[in-house]
């Protein structure tokens, strides 16, 4: 059973990873959820260019607007804390 729990897990974040690859090509930011460390309203946008900022979504979350820029230090520790660091 662990195995295919892990073949499962490995598979989705496979598949995040290349959802990630496909915005990035595609000129597009890819969104990073904040899990319990941004307001709710919020969350990580991660930019081709490699910058990440907080952006924070209207009420109908059919659009954002900027809240600040993370500096490099911050940026490493969200690669980091997300696995993003290779990808």
């Given at each position: 059973?662990?195995?295919i729990t892990?073949n499962?897990d490995?598979?989705?974040g ?20 904040g ?9 990580y ?31 490493a ?11």
């Amino acid at each position: 059973m662990p195995t295919i729990t892990y073949n499962f897990d490995k598979r989705v974040g496979q598949s995040i990873m290349m959802l990630r690859q496909q915005k990035h090509l595609a000129g597009f930011p890819f969104m990073i959820e904040g899990k319990g460390e941004l307001l709710l309203n919020q969350a990580y946008m991660e930019y081709p260019d490699g910058h990440i900022e907080i952006v924070e979504f209207s009420n109908d979350f059919r659009d954002y607007s900027f809240v600040r820029k993370l500096n490099n230090a911050e940026v490493a520790v969200i690669r980091s804390k997300y696995h993003l660091e290779d990808a």
